[in-house]
């Protein structure tokens, strides 16, 4: 399976629709709350959801373009039964719009004879690590990071920000004490954000720590407030470092689970990035 997202007919107001692929949600009376209009139950937000799903499948971000794994030999796996979650992020511009999300499929026509494993990471989100002072032209926020558990093929790599990010670079840390630069994101643009193809042999035990710089600044056209101390948020006038990549294994059983440490994805223990040293 190869997945395509498209917000129609409101991009403007749609910076991120994400598919999340989870077990049945429980009927209610099995720890569903029974109090109308209270708050959700943990277990039914998206927090929950993404806790104990498969992760991030796919992720729509402005600039784009689908997800073809065919050139890998290589699919997605959706078990029947699943719950496909879609959590949106929505930016109000100040008008009324209705918005419809499209998502597309194409299935795979033979089995495939390798697996293709979507992710996304974090760096740590606390206020404590991740506040952006006011006026700062070139903060670093704390990187993001990934150990492999298994020998992947690395096959994509997208760094992504809200509109005061700046720039991204990726490293690899390879077991023999190598360190590899496999992709630089020196002009980062929230209005053109690129997947970027690769393919790239990873041994197990290998590190990969993702880095992210962002322009609180006047001279930053895009940046609703300079004078704000700026937290993680899901708010384009809030920021995140939240990057992602794409492996192919060649062991169709492998989930996520098998291949990246924990902390090192978003779902299940993952769920909020590394933990503080």
């Known amino acids: 399976m190869s997945p395509a997202i498209a917000p129609v007919p409101a991009p403007a107001i749609v910076p991120a629709p994400a598919i999340v692929p989870a077990p049945p949600a429980p009927v209610a009376g099995a720890g569903a709350s029974k109090n109308k209009g209270s708050a959700p139950e943990l ?44 959590n949106v992020h929505y930016t109000p511009n100040g008008k009324a719009m209705t918005d419809h999300v499209q998502i597309g499929f194409t299935l795979a026509k033979a089995p495939p004879k390798r697996r ?29 990071v990934v150990t492999f558990d298994k020998d ?45 193809d690769m393919s790239v042999k990873v041994p197990r035990g290998t590190r990969m720590r993702v880095f992210a710089w962002f322009d609180n600044s006047p001279a930053n056209k895009f940046n609703p407030n300079p004078n704000a101390t700026v937290y993680y948020g899901d708010q384009t ?28 994805y978003v779902g299940g223990a993952g769920l909020l990035g590394p933990p503080a040293p």
């Open 116 to 144: 293709y494993i979507a992710l996304s990471t974090s760096s740590p989100s606390d206020r404590q690590r991740f506040a952006i002072p006011p006026l700062d032209a070139n903060w670093e926020a704390p990187p993001a």
């Open 237 to 264: 006038w809030e920021e995140m470092h939240f990057p992602s990549y794409g492996l192919v294994v060649d062991d169709i059983r492998w989930t996520h689970r098998d291949v990246v440490a924990p902390g090192g």
């Open 152 to 196: 992947v093929e690395l096959v994509g790599l997208m760094p992504h920000m809200h509109v005061r990010g700046k720039a991204a670079r990726f490293y690899l840390d390879y077991p023999d004490g190598r360190t590899e630069t496999v992709l630089n994101v020196p002009r980062y643009d929230f209005n053109w954000q690129l997947w970027y």
């Open 43 to 86: 277990f039914n937000t998206a927090i929950g959801i993404l806790s104990r799903s498969n992760g991030l499948e796919e992720c729509y971000e402005p600039g784009r373009p689908p997800a073809d794994f065919r050139p890998f030999d290589a699919a997605k796996l959706i078990p029947a039964g699943t719950d496909i979650a879609v």
